[in-house]
């Protein structure tokens, strides 16, 4: 990329209801939700051949604010703002990017902190159990509110490569490019059990109470523990000794206690408090269930099987010292793909960032992703009917 | 310059085929095949340019190591999988050729023939390693370190229990050799067709 890129500059979240009763979402577990509310950004202009469209898929803690800022003050950007912009990989000039806070998320769409028109009062652990297919439903339903019939391209990492996937499965003629990273094609048992000590630290804290905590006090310890140990999950070693070493915070022996001497400890209790500040422990015990429900080949089936309907050109993007999703994992989707001569690139990012890579490495993977933007586009048609 | 190699590359392929390139570079041989074949074609790449190269002309392509083996492919997944002029890069080029002769009806492997006279004369005369346009590389940092020759490769299809199909041969990228004699003497590149008989 040269140097003229930019920030998609000032942006602001938007709102839409869907799925307003009687035509409420019918979810995975069976159970109905409506009206669903969804938080959305978009960056860039739609094409009059609403062709040029990219929905960009966050992950667990993430959300609608992928880019830009929400005030001309705002020291930090959107959570993926090294890749979107004018001049950027998902070049704004060209693209219509949009972003969305998923179904159970507390960023602005419906979750277990909103309030649920039937009883007035926060869903709390009543809300139905959310699935990553229904994430990507009621993101399709935000698509028909958008007039977009097909994109040109759905792309993320780790739970957002996930939600990539599944739409490609569900609704494979809505999707022409699909960039997965970082993520696998079922949620592997390694971090299953990290996820589940994750929500055991939530629902152990007292003030949790069965999830019925909000007007009170909230779970922040549990949801602070939950959150110091997937933050482990997304350094590696070598980052952490390269990062932090042994070295000890503001003191020069050791203080024979328990308080925070060594330098990591500080950090990932200073992580796991300052995420109890934007984010809701009920949403965190949903979201990372919907992770670890999540397996594309449901049923026993072999991948290549579960894959077989998909229409989209995939690049599927692992990262070498990735070890909660590791480079195998994404080899194993895109060699699925392979084996029913799909189209599909494979491109593995040496980094040593661990599963955080895919927010970091932003010289790493402009160049690739760029490149497969630019020549899928030119592959774009809207498949018969539609648009 | 036009690559006569590829070329006859190019003439071994048929119409629509499904095509495995391993060690496609940029993907220029994939891109021809794409479009003058109408193949259904994809490439296995290590380095991270030329990967990015593929994608940038909309090919599929495997960012991996050949030395890895073929595991995740199927016995007879491809009609043609092709190997140019990478063999003598391969650390394990023998379980390469074996692999390929098990995932691809037909296997492909252009390399260039150390025993090119010019090669044997260069090192018979300056006491040298040889350097030339098909092995443009100082002995110490060449790619090359597994080099053959015409009579190497195919004791190794002997070995292997490999049937060679066809043997083609150039005296080098832009010169063609129809009727070469002994080959092993006098051509720069080998292009060799294998099947592994059922």
């Known amino acids: 990329m040269g140097g003229d890129t930019g920030s998609a500059g000032v942006v602001r979240t938007r709102q839409v209801t869907v799925a307003e009763p009687p035509r409420r979402l019918r979810l995975e577990c069976g159970d109905e939700l409506g009206p669903i509310t969804l938080a959305y950004e978009t960056y860039g202009t739609l094409s009059e051949q609403r062709d040029n469209a990219i929905l960009v898929c966050h992950a667990l803690s993430g959300d609608a604010h992928v880019a830009g800022f929400h005030r001309k003050t705002d020291k930090r950007a959107g959570w993926w703002d090294m890749l979107i912009g004018p001049g950027k990989a998902l070049d704004t000039d060209k693209y219509f990017v949009i972003g969305t806070n998923v179904l159970g998320g507390c960023n602005g769409s419906t979750g277990p902190a909103s309030v649920d028109p039937a009883t007035g009062r926060p869903h709390g652990t009543t809300l139905p159990m959310i699935t990553i297919a ?17 994109l040109l391209c759905v792309i993320g990492g780790s739970m957002g490569g996930m939600q990539v996937l599944q739409w490609t499965v569900s609704h494979p003629e809505r999707v022409h490019l699909a960039v997965p990273l970082a993520c696998a094609a079922r949620q592997p048992t390694q971090a299953i059990a990290f996820n589940e000590v994750g929500r055991q630290a939530i629902m152990a804290d007292p003030h949790w109470r069965g999830g019925d905590y ?48 060594f330098e990591v400890e500080s950090y990932l209790r200073h992580q796991g408090l300052s995420f109890t500040d934007r984010f809701d422990a009920n949403s965190y015990l949903y979201i990372t269930r919907a992770i670890d429900y999540f397996d594309i080949a449901k049923g026993g089936r072999s991948l290549a099987d579960a894959l077989r309907d998909v ?71 809207f498949s018969g009917g539609e648009g | 310059m036009r690559r006569l190699d590829y070329e006859l590359i190019e003439r071994l392929v048929p119409d629509g085929a499904s095509v495995l390139d391993l060690g496609c570079g940029d993907g220029e ?15 296995v790449e290590i380095s991270q340019a030329a990967v990015e190269a593929c994608v940038a002309k909309g090919l599929s392509v495997f960012h991996g190591d050949l030395d890895e083996g073929l ?128």
């Open chain 1, 214 to 261: 909000y007007g009170r006090k909230r779970p922040t310890k549990g949801l602070a523990v939950a959150r110091m140990v997937g933050h482990i999950t997304y350094l590696s070693d070598e980052a952490m000794q390269e990062k932090f070493g042994r070295r000890l915070r503001d003191i020069h022996e050791y203080s024979f206690s328990f308080s925070a001497d």
């Open chain 2, 71 to 198: 595991a995740d492919h199927a016995d007879g997944s491809f009609d043609i999988v092709i190997l140019s002029f990478s063999l003598q890069q391969l650390r394990r080029p023998r379980l390469v050729v074996r692999e390929m002769a098990r995932v691809g009806r037909l296997a492909i492997v252009s390399f260039p023939n150390f025993a090119q006279y010019a090669i044997r004369w260069e090192m018979l005369t300056r006491g040298r390693m040889p350097v030339s346009k098909e092995l443009p590389y100082q002995w110490y940092d060449t790619p090359n370190i597994h080099l053959c020759t015409v009579h190497d490769f195919r004791d190794l299809c002997r070995e292997e229990g490999l049937r060679i199909e066809r043997e083609l041969y150039l005296r080098s990228f832009d010169r063609p050799a129809p009727g070469l004699r002994r080959p092993n003497l006098t051509a720069r590149i080998a292009i060799f067709v294998v099947t592994r008989p059922a």
């Open chain 2, 29 to 43: 041989l994939l891109a021809e095949l794409i479009r003058e074949k109408h193949v259904r074609g994809s490439g």
């Open chain 1, 311 to 381: 229409q989209a050109r995939f690049l599927v993007m692992g990262f070498s010292s990735d070890w909660l999703h590791p480079p195998y994992q994404l080899k194993e989707i895109a060699s699925a793909l392979r084996a029913t001569h799909k189209h599909v690139s494979y491109y593995e990012v040496d980094s040593h960032y661990g599963h955080d890579a895919f927010l970091l490495e932003r010289e790493k993977m402009e160049g690739v992703i760029a490149a497969f933007l630019a020549s899928g586009a030119r592959t774009f048609t």
């Open chain 1, 134 to 150: 229904d994430m990507v439903n009621a993101q399709a339903l935000l698509l028909d509110h958008l007039g977009i019939a097909k």
